[in-house]
């Protein structure tokens, strides 16, 4: 791509990273989500959840935290195109927000690490910042619960 003159845009990289998770080379997910860092792109929602999910499967819990909170205060549009929550939030365009699947991956991630206390304050900032919460949701709330009981 780079040698026809052509440059990737935040699709590209993502479906990459995707590819490269999906195929247990997190290293290599890992190198393209910092060239698409280094080109100035963000990650969009999709690509957060996928990192996130990396990060989930290989029980690195720290780094998926860390990751969400570095790129959770902006989300991305589809040209790559940083957006302040808050100003998708004044905005109305509620389709530049994380998503819930992004928040119940992160609750899930969170509660399997043990963190509950984490967990039940993601939940929270999901509630503040208005995002609605699922079935799934609730089966991770109501399986923390049960942790948390003991």
Same mark, same amino acid.
């Given at each position: 791509?780079?040698?026809?003159?052509?440059?990737?845009?935040?699709?590209?990289?993502?479906?990459?990273?995707?590819?490269?998770?999906? &195929?247990?080379?997190?290293?290599?997910?890992?190198?393209?989500?910092?060239?698409?860092?280094?080109?100035?792109?963000?990650?969009?929602?999709?690509?957060?959840?996928?990192?996130?999910?990396?990060?989930?499967?290989?029980?690195?819990?720290?780094?998926?935290?860390?990751?969400?909170?570095?790129?959770?205060?902006?989300?991305?549009?589809?040209?790559?195109?940083?957006?302040?929550?808050?100003?998708?939030?004044?905005?109305?365009?509620?389709?530049?927000?994380?998503?819930?699947?992004?928040?119940?991956?992160?609750?899930?991630?969170?509660?399997?690490?043990?963190?509950?206390?984490?967990?039940?304050?993601?939940?929270?900032?999901?509630?503040?910042? &208005?995002?609605?919460?699922?079935?799934?949701?609730?089966?991770?709330?109501?399986?923390?619960?049960?942790?948390?009981?003991?």
């Amino acid at each position: 791509m780079w040698k026809r003159g052509i440059k990737p845009i935040n699709s590209t990289y993502g479906t990459l990273i995707d590819v490269y998770c999906k &195929g247990g080379f997190r290293d290599l997910a890992i190198k393209w989500l910092e060239l698409m860092n280094k080109s100035g792109m963000e990650p969009d929602e999709v690509t957060m959840g996928i990192v996130v999910q990396m990060y989930k499967k290989a029980w690195d819990f720290k780094r998926a935290e860390e990751f969400f909170k570095k790129w959770s205060n902006s989300v991305v549009d589809e040209r790559g195109s940083a957006i302040v929550w808050s100003e998708a939030h004044v905005s109305g365009d509620f389709s530049k927000c994380l998503s819930t699947y992004t928040y119940n991956t992160l609750i899930d991630t969170y509660g399997k690490a043990g963190k509950l206390q984490e967990a039940s304050e993601t939940f929270e900032r999901m509630l503040q910042k &208005g995002i609605l919460p699922t079935t799934v949701t609730f089966y991770f709330d109501t399986h923390l619960e049960i942790m948390a009981a003991g």
